[in-house]
């Protein structure tokens, strides 16, 4: 390759995702001086082309160069192309800096974004590559020997003076950056978890007449705004099954770190769900429908954080098990209280449709004068309403309709007694307790017995004297002429007083002697 490519300036951004085997779409950029040549890169780094598989140099959208020959543009006379596919523009001018793709047969395509520039450069300039610190990089081996290399293995990469790679035996290399070299077959070297100290020169050295030069710089980026993206990618998906959320920044400095976030329906805030670069709902459940989203963030000049846009997800299940609430439990009420009915399932995906259904006496059908009400929630006051009611429910999952149908119950509601009645009412169970109680008084006073008499209350001087023999009984009795009770007895030496007399006094009628 001629010398002249000396004096190339050329700036490659190659920007990986940490962790995952596709490039990104960040477009190689490359800058040429006016007057001077460039080459063009072919890098078909990335499948699915947006135009087709034809082997084409496109500008802004254009073809230019197709299968080893140009077509007719403005760039008439200056394009040419090598043993390989990259393009080689001379004579450049300001106009011809902008986007340029590369499609290959396969259908694999690489962008390159050229800036032509007056800025005067050095015969020592070296091309350079710019990685960003923790994601991966490709270095191009590039073929325009400068000057001789002071190395001694061919068919080797070379940081610095240190070989780091060789193709006939990549495994045998101790350098430090063994377990993160790829190479491929077109001898490109890809470097992955770039560290700041891999800045530095690469050769890449396949014999005496045939190396390049290039040096590779290192720095950290702020993160970039996050993207979600589902697997499976649909927008609804049945209860049970799972589902995963990506959540990855295109860009920025590793490491990274990723935070899940939920919006609260009821607060309309979001709140923090789960952390980690992927979020698995397995099995997933109803109560996981809403929308999330994800922030990231990198440690560069302090904390840079980037949060993505909304993602909704819906997670879809039929409605199950039907039932009837009744309050008050009685289905009995007044008029003007409040019967309420309220239609349930124990599961099912919103919108749930409810519908009411009221019946007639002894009949099957509902009523077709009812007006159905789509409430869940059904409200009776007027004794107008009281009948025999049902709800069904349904809903829709995945585009099949679920309905049930519940029980029927009866409800009373009664007319409200009238204030006045209730006042006449209360006055004649007042009379009838009154007259009530004067008869029991009368019968208590007419079954109670007469009072008892009156305890003696002094007791004649007991003798000291013996006592008559029984012969004068008689004589102690006519002594006694003032005692009212005259059928008494007395036991001086016990000093009690019984009103019968001895034959007849009992213990029940003892009292004691009165001093």
């Known amino acids: 390759m001629e010398r002249t490519r000396i004096y190339q300036s050329l700036l ?13 779409s960040n477009p190689l950029k490359i800058v040429g001086m006016k007057t001077r040549q460039v080459t063009l890169y072919c890098e078909s780094l990335l499948p699915n082309s947006p135009h087709g598989t034809h082997q084409c140099w496109y500008y802004k959208g254009s ?22 596919c990259n393009l080689v523009i001379s004579n450049l001018v300001e106009e011809d800096s902008g986007p340029y793709t590369y499609v290959s047969s396969s259908g694999y395509f690489g962008d390159v974004n050229l ?11 070296l091309p350079y590559i710019e990685g960003v610190r923790g994601r991966s990089v ?31 035996s990549p495994q045998s ?4 950056f063994t377990s993160r070299l790829i190479a491929s077959n077109d001898n490109n070297l890809k470097i992955s978890e770039l560290q700041m100290s891999d800045a530095g020169r690469f050769t890449c050295f396949l014999g005496q007449s045939n190396y390049g030069k290039l040096k590779l710089t290192v720095k950290d980026v702020p993160v970039s705004k996050p993207v979600i993206t589902k697997t499976p990618s649909d927008s609804s998906i049945r209860a049970g099954t799972s ?61 840079t954080v980037q949060e993505s846009a909304d993602s909704e997800l819906s997670v879809q299940s039929p409605i199950t098990n039907i039932s009837l609430l009744a309050i008050p439990k009685q289905l009995f009420v007044f008029e003007g209280q409040t019967l309420t009915l309220r239609c349930q399932v124990d599961s099912g995906s919103p919108p749930i449709n409810w519908t009411w259904h009221r019946y007639t006496e002894d009949s099957k059908q509902p009523d077709s004068e ?20 049902s709800c069904s429910a349904s809903n829709n999952c995945l585009g099949q309709v679920t309905t049930l149908q519940s029980e029927k119950v009866k409800v009373f509601i009664v007319p409200r007694p009238v204030a006045h009645a209730i006042s006449y009412w209360s006055l004649a169970l007042s009379l009838c307790a009154l007259i009530v109680l004067a008869v029991v008084l009368i019968l208590r006073r007419k079954t109670t017995p007469p009072p008892s008499p009156p305890k003696k209350t002094a007791l004649q001087p007991i003798s000291t004297k013996a006592h008559p023999p029984p012969n004068t009984k008689q004589n102690v009795r006519g ?5 009212v009770y005259q059928d008494s007895h007395q036991d001086n030496e016990k000093d009690f007083y019984c009103p019968l007399s001895s034959d007849t006094c009992t213990g029940e009628d003892v009292y004691d002697e009165l001093v």
Request: net charge positive; glycine share 6%.
């Open 12 to 24: 490659f951004i190659v920007i990986l995702q940490q962790g995952a085997p596709t490039f990104e």
């Open 479 to 483: 002594n006694a002429k003032t005692n």
């Open 370 to 389: 009812f007006r159905h009400q789509q409430q869940q929630e059904l409200k009776l006051t007027h004794t107008e309403q009281s009948s025999v009611y």
């Open 63 to 84: 073809r230019i160069f197709c299968g080893g020959s140009p077509v007719p543009s403005r760039f008439d006379g200056r394009l040419s192309q090598g043993e390989s």
């Open 115 to 125: 800036n032509v520039t007056n800025v005067p450069m050095v015969t020592s300039f």
């Open 243 to 303: 589902i995963s959320l990506s959540c990855k920044s295109s860009s920025g400095s590793w490491p990274i770190s990723y935070n899940w976030y939920k919006l609260n329906s009821q607060s309309g805030r979001y709140e923090h769900f789960a952390s980690g670069g992927t979020l698995t709902l397995n099995p997933a459940e109803v109560k996981n429908t809403g929308l999330y989203n994800c922030k990231a963030s990198n440690q560069v000049n302090g904390v």
């Open 138 to 168: 490709i270095l191009p081996c590039l073929n325009y020997p400068s000057e001789q290399p002071l190395l001694q293995r061919q068919n080797c990469w070379y940081h610095e003076t240190t070989d780091i790679y060789c193709f006939s």
């Open 173 to 176: 290399n101790t350098s430090r």
